[in-house]
């Protein structure tokens, strides 16, 4: 990444809002979030909506981790991931990376699970089909995922913030 470390405060909040905004437009979590930082690895929002789109739900619909946790996990990847099979020592920082970004999340808002974020019980009792919610106003005021997605983008932002200091 090269241009996290010239942009403003401004710029990295314009992102957060923007992964709102993919959200209420009906995309995923992951999607939403990643798709907010994707053009700061050379990354096209088509790519990044594409590599975001199997982790809705909580992968797949199966409330396990939460999308917008897994788009922090992608944009860890992206941001700090290996490249090299046997750099051990990149691995393990990138790890670190990420440990410390769902951290973060799972202080923030109590869980990194989308069935326990959503209050459902057990993953099992969650899933019931891999057919996607409709998106309509009901939805949006029952969810809390927009407030997740902003989560994420924020921790992301000041994870950059951070790293350009």
């Given amino acids: ?3 996290s470390m010239k942009m403003t405060e401004q710029e990295l909040d314009v992102r957060v809002s923007r992964a709102v905004d993919y ?9 939403s979030v990643v798709a907010a ?10 790519m990044a909506l594409k590599v975001g789109a199997g982790f809705g739900g909580g992968v797949g619909r199966l409330r396990m981790m939460c999308g917008a946790v897994s788009g922090l996990v992608v944009l860890a990847g992206l941001d700090c991931g290996e490249t090299d099979g046997s750099n051990r020592e990149g691995k393990s920082a990138c790890y670190k990376v990420v440990q410390d970004l769902l951290e973060q999340f799972k202080q923030a808002n109590g ?6 974020i959503l209050g459902l019980q057990g993953h099992e009792k969650a899933v019931s ?4 919610s409709p998106r309509t106003a009901e939805y949006y005021k029952t969810r809390p995922c927009a407030a ?4 994420a983008a924020r921790i ?7 790293k350009g200091a």
């Avoid at 930082?37 to 088509?46: A, I, K, N, R, V």
């Avoid at 089909?129 to 996607?132: C, G, I, K, N, V």
């Avoid at 992301?156 to 951070?162: E, G, I, S």
């Fill in 1 to 3: 990444m090269t241009n």
């Fill in 23 to 31: 959200f209420m437009q009906g995309y995923g979590c992951c999607q």
């Fill in 37 to 46: 930082f994707s053009d700061l690895y050379g990354m096209d929002e088509e």
């Fill in 111 to 116: 869980s990194i699970i989308c069935a326990e």
């Fill in 129 to 132: 089909t891999y057919e996607a």
């Fill in 148 to 151: 997740k997605v902003e989560s």
């Fill in 156 to 162: 992301f932002a000041n994870y950059l913030r951070q």
